[in-house]
């Protein structure tokens, strides 16, 4: 079972980021094989609509041959994708939206007959920010990948407005842990194995995980909020 993280944030030890990890040790712990990307680490070049020129010839694998065609590719190959996004104006990462609508390859491939390559692919999403916008951002993440064919479970969603500090915060914490417990064992449930899908409320864990992330990005104390209220909406 491969649990695929999409890191959407160009901070390696940011809130996302520390959301996105843990997800990840949790699904871990249920067993999947995990693997994660940065978006900052090349270039995704933006879609150009082929899907609209006469005759379809938007399909799996892109035409770009760049970094995005790399995470195309990884994304092909999982069985779970967990994306993470800061919330940049009520939304995804510009870098992340780029990802997105690239996916349309994966998608269209029902154009030629074929289902969906995001059908049957278990999505799980991961908002962090600074003031408002993470339904609108985690919102749309799993109302499009589910227009893609992607299946969403129970708690596919966590957020936390605590930036730089959402690690040390329980409660959004936790629900990014189920994030990646549910991601894994919503998998492990399409492959045949007896598992429920109840939210876990497991404080030991919370704290495993917690310590294994801050070792991880390297993280020692709470960082101080950072966010700076000079008006409405001031990053
Ligand atoms: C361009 C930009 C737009 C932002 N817009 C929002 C927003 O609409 N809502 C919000 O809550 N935070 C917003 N923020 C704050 C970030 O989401 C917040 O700092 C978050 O912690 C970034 O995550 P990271 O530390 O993992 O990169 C914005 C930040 C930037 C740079």
């Known amino acids: 079972m491969k649990v695929l993280g999409i890191l959407g944030s160009p901070h390696k030890n940011g809130g996302t980021a520390q959301l996105l990890f843990s997800a990840l040790r949790a699904a871990e712990k249920e067993g999947a094989e995990t693997e994660w990307y940065s978006l900052y680490d ?3 070049k933006p879609c150009i609509g082929c899907i609209q020129n006469e005759g ?29 996004t800061p919330i940049y104006w009520f939304a995804p990462s510009g870098v992340m939206k780029n990802l997105i609508d690239r996916m349309t390859c994966l998608e269209n491939m029902v ?12 999505f799980g999403a991961i908002v962090v920010g600074a003031d408002t916008g993470a339904l ?20 596919a969603i966590a957020y ?24 894994a064992r919503t998998v492990a449930l399409l492959k045949g194995k ?31 909020r950072h966010v ?8």
């Open 111 to 122: 154009s030629f007959g074929e289902p969906s390559y995001l059908e049957g692919k278990v």
């Open 228 to 235: 700076r209220k000079v008006g409405y909406l001031r990053y």
């Open 42 to 44: 090349g270039e995704i």
């Open 136 to 155: 609108m951002t985690g919102g749309y993440l799993i109302a499009t990948l589910n227009s893609m064919g992607a299946i969403i479970p129970p708690w």
């Open 194 to 224: 007896k598992v429920s899908l109840f939210y876990v409320d497991d404080k030991a864990l919370l704290e495993e995980i917690r310590k294994e992330v801050l070792t991880e990005l390297k993280l020692s104390e709470e960082p101080l």
């Open 160 to 183: 936390s407005y605590k930036s730089k500090a959402s690690l040390w915060d329980d409660k959004d914490l936790m629900n990014a842990i189920n994030v990646g417990l549910l991601v």
């Open 56 to 84: 379809p010839e938007c399909r799996f694998p892109c035409i770009f041959e760049d970094y995005g065609k790399f995470l195309l590719q990884k994304i092909y190959e999982a069985d779970g994708l967990i994306f993470a």
